[in-house]
């Protein structure tokens, strides 16, 4: 009898080993073509060229430079007359007239001065008591001690108030001396009133005689300026300083400036200054001081000196780039050959709203007739168009309408633009530089065929080709 080694028996193959074989050859092939997809997608990613866009803004070319200005006035310091506790009239930082009550002076902190009104004074404060109440914010509280000093002064003022001098000297002898306010004992206490119309402050910072001649490098050294606050509640002793007043709305800004900045604000005799501030901005007389090797520039001002009053230095911002339009990269700059076609060839086609030429056309019998090409016009100058060079071939033949006037393509001039992608594709619009730098320049706005604030434009235009469409 043959035996048989089950080893060696041949095994049977069934059918569902096949079909599990073929599903796993069929689920390899899928996944090796998918990521050999994937790869190449992600080489030719890498690899390609990229598109990046650039939203069109206005405003000028570049920033103006920003200074640290010194701020000059004509300031005066009022001293104490007499020994005693003070009595404000006048808030810090407001205006006062001449002969108008600014502070009191008694020999206690309690004494007040009794004074009859009458009803239409009476019914004026009021009214001022109102408005500030009406306009009062709780964040604000300090305006509360200012308002006092304020209605102690207009209570002053209705009571009809003159000014004389304490002692009965003559008023200009108190002037010349220096000691500047006059004044008038009402009820133990010395009103004393201002000598001209000004400025209140209640502080003063060691620059108030500063001048042209005086000024050297060191004022502009900001911690030199040690503010001193001239309010207190304790009692002074004459000759002290109580206030000071700025008597002229005329005042003046010092920056110093490198031989650099000399040469590029030179020749001018006003400009624009811009306060960080608050922004404001007025226009100054300009000029440039030469003291020793070094230079200043100064700008004479006559408003605006109330705003910035208690500031001795300024940020500010000088004015130098005026010139404003839409700002765009140097980059994106293209230039493009243009055919041009004088604009009295011009004609339209069946729809009246189709603006294009008519081209004369020879078929292959010899038979000769015209074509209405409705080319898109990219520019216009003089009495010239600007048409695509892919709307016609040189040497084609514009025929005038209505007459035998024929025109032959063949000129060609440049134009300056970018590619606009607002539609996802590339299209060339026509621009006019106003000025430019290193990397942006201006251009002009609301131009014929040109672009708009918020456009979207190639910032490389060598990185794309017209009409090109940009998938995003």
Partial sequence: ??????????????????????????????????????????????????????????????????????????????????????????????????????????????????????????????????????????????????????????????????????????QSADEEAGEGAQSQTISNQ????????????????????????????????????????????????????????????????????????????????????????????????????TKENDFYCKIDLSNGLIRYASDRFLEVELVTNTKSGLKIPLTSVVNKDFYVIPKEYETTGKEQSEAGFLKEVTDKNGKVSTEFINATLYAEQDDLYYVDKSEFQEGDVIIKTDSTQRYVVKDMMPLEGVYCINKGYAVFRKISIIEQNEEYCIVETGTTFGIAQYDNIVMNSSTVKEEEILYK
């Fill in 1 to 170: 009898m043959r035996s048989f080694n089950k080893k060696t028996m041949p095994r049977k193959i069934h059918l569902s080993d096949i079909k599990k074989a073929l599903t796993l050859n069929i689920g390899t092939v899928l996944f090796g073509a998918i990521f050999i997809y994937m790869t190449i997608s992600i080489i030719l990613y890498l690899t390609a060229s990229r598109i990046t866009s650039y939203q069109v803004t206005a405003g000028p070319l570049s920033k103006n430079a920003t200074y640290t200005a010194l701020a000059i006035r004509s300031e005066q310091i009022v001293q104490a007359k007499s020994s005693g506790y003070l009595t404000y009239y006048v808030r810090d930082d407001s205006k006062v007239k001449s002969g108008g009550p600014v502070f009191g002076i008694s020999n206690s902190k309690e004494e007040r001065i009794a004074l009859d009104l009458n009803e239409d004074d009476l019914a004026d404060i009021r009214s001022s008591i109102a408005k500030f109440s009406y306009s009062f914010q709780s964040d604000h509280f300090t305006d509360v001690y200012g308002f006092k000093y304020e209605l102690e002064g207009s209570i002053l003022q209705y009571a009809g108030l003159q000014p004389v001098t304490a002692s009965g000297e003559d």
């Fill in 190 to 289: 010395t009103v004393n009133f201002a000598p001209q119309d000004g400025l209140v402050l209640y502080s003063m910072d060691g620059y108030e005689s500063l001048s042209d001649d005086t000024l050297t490098q060191d004022a502009f050294v900001q911690k030199a300026a040690q503010k001193t606050n001239l309010r207190t509640f304790d009692k002074i002793d004459i000759g002290e300083n109580v206030y000071k007043l700025i008597t002229s709305e005329e005042w003046s800004l010092y920056i110093p400036l490198t031989e650099k900045q000399v040469v590029q604000l030179a020749g001018r005799d006003s400009i624009r200054v811009k306060f960080s501030k608050d922004g404001a901005t007025q226009v100054g007389e300009f000029s440039i001081l």
